[in-house]
Structure formats: C-alpha cells, structure tokens
C-alpha cells in the first residue's frame, strides 16, 4: 500500500426480497413482512460498507473474503465482515474519516430507525455516530427495486493517514 495520504472506496449490493426472511440493516432487525434473501444475514448495506472499505484499500471484495460458499457464514451476522474490514484498513495505516450510504427499497419506510442503523453501524466500526451516514430512497416504483423484488445500498468511505 503506498504512503498516500487519502485512499476513497466505494461499494455497491443488492439482495433479493423474500418472504419469511427477516430485514437487516445495518445491524439493526427492521419490522417488515418481507426480507432478504442471501447466505449471510443478507445485511445488504454492511456489504456496501465492507465492500467500499476494501476497495480503498485494494483489498478484493467481500466474496473473496467471505465466499458465500462457506458454510460457516451461513447466516453470519454481516457486521462481522464489516469489523473485519475496518480492522484492515487500520492495519493498512488508515483512520476511517467518514462512511456515506444509501439504501434503495421501496418499503418499509425506513427513516424511524436512521438513528439505530447509525448508531449500530458506528459502533461495528469504532467510530462516532456523526462519521456514519446513512441516507433512503425509494426507486420511484421503477425497475426491480421499485417493484418490491430486490434492495439495493450503496457506500463511499474515506481513508485518511497522517
Ligand atoms: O425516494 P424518495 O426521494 O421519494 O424518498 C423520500 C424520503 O423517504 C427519503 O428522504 C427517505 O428519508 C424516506 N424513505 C424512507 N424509507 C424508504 C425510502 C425512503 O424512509 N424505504
Ligand atoms: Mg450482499
């Protein structure tokens, strides 16, 4: 890894919406009839996270860390991945300065537990809750998200040094 001052990672991911599954965000068990299909918790915004704080580091993505053909994530809690890939950046030599997402589901409404989903993913990460931001949007009805069959997230972090 070079000496450079500032690394900038994004992430992007997307689950399939089923029934019988509960929805994760962010840590945090979100009251729905619905929720998302995946090998793990299918936490689709800790994957963007995770998958942003690789990419600043070059450090492959998510799959290759956690393969979904392992059964020991089989319904893994995703914060773990998310520790996991805050721990490399540390070791890389990297402060994590801030963490920008968004999430992309049509429903539930979601910004009653923006707080929680901050607060829950500040914490996996070791930061304050002001350097998490997490932000909804629905998909105007439009395409596979807007028909309720998938949610999407999408991450940027930054990584600082001295
Ligand atoms: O997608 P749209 O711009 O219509 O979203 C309007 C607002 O609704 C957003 O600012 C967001 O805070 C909220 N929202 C939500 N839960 C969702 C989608 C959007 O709370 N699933
Ligand atoms: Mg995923």
């Not at 900038?8 to 945090?28: E, F, K, N, S, Y």
């Not at 490399?88 to 589901?105: F, H, K, P, Q």
Request: charged share 25%; aromatic share 6%; hydrophobic share 45%.
């Amino acid at each position: 890894m070079s000496q450079t001052k500032f690394r900038v990672g994004q992430g992007w991911d997307t689950h399939r919406i089923v029934a019988g599954r509960p929805l994760v965000l962010g840590g945090i068990t979100i009251p729905s009839e619905f929720g998302l299909e995946g090998h793990s918790d299918a936490d689709v915004v800790s994957h963007a996270i995770t998958d942003a704080l690789l990419g600043a580091i070059a450090a492959g993505d998510i799959g290759m860390h956690f393969p979904d053909t392992d059964p020991g994530w089989k319904g893994a809690d995703s914060l773990k991945f998310l520790k996991h890939a805050c721990a490399l950046a540390r070791e890389a030599g990297y402060w994590i300065e801030n963490v920008d997402s968004t999430v992309i589901l049509e429903r539930p409404k979601l910004k009653d537990y923006r707080l929680a989903i901050r607060e829950s993913l500040a914490g996996a990460m070791e930061l304050p809750v002001d350097a998490v931001s997490v932000k909804f949007k629905t998909a105007e009805k439009v395409g596979p998200v807007g028909e309720g069959l998938s949610a999407e997230a999408q991450a940027v972090v930054m990584l600082v040094r001295d």
